[in-house]
């Protein structure tokens, strides 16, 4: 199975700009599917982004396209989550998650999660 760990977040200013990162060991990255979903004190967990196995294939949210960006390095066995123009809202612990068989923004479908990262932002 693969573990994943995550990184990168902080504290920043609304309309800042943070990167998460998502560290993959154990299996070969590229043969996942992975995406990023968060969960805010008292809310349910939600979908951010997906990206596919050759990260050809990208999925957002509407809160957060044109704002977020997904992408990964499969050479380095890391995704990554570019945040830009944070706001108050997108304050939440950050996950991400992997699957052999899908990517997307269910979920249920994910095998393998991290542990979570804290993102805090400040108005």
């Known amino acids: 199975q693969v573990q994943l760990v995550e990184s990168g977040g902080g504290l920043v200013q609304a309309g800042g700009s943070l990167r998460l990162s998502c560290a993959a060991s154990g299996r070969t990255f590229s043969n996942y599917g992975s995406a990023w979903f968060r969960q805010a004190p008292g809310k349910e967990r939600e979908f951010v982004a997906a990206?596919?196995?050759?990260?050809?294939?990208?999925v957002y949210a509407d809160s957060v396209n044109g704002r977020f960006t997904i992408s990964r390095d499969n050479a380095k066995n890391t995704m990554y989550l570019q945040m830009n123009f944070l706001k108050p809202e997108d304050a939440a612990v950050y996950y991400c998650?992997?699957?052999?068989?899908?990517?997307?923004?269910?979920?249920?479908?994910?095998?393998?999660w991290g542990q979570g990262t804290q993102v805090t932002v400040s108005s």
């Open positions: 998650a992997a699957d052999l068989h899908y990517y997307g923004s269910n979920g249920r479908e994910y095998d393998y």
């Open positions: 990206i596919s196995w050759s990260g050809g294939g990208t």
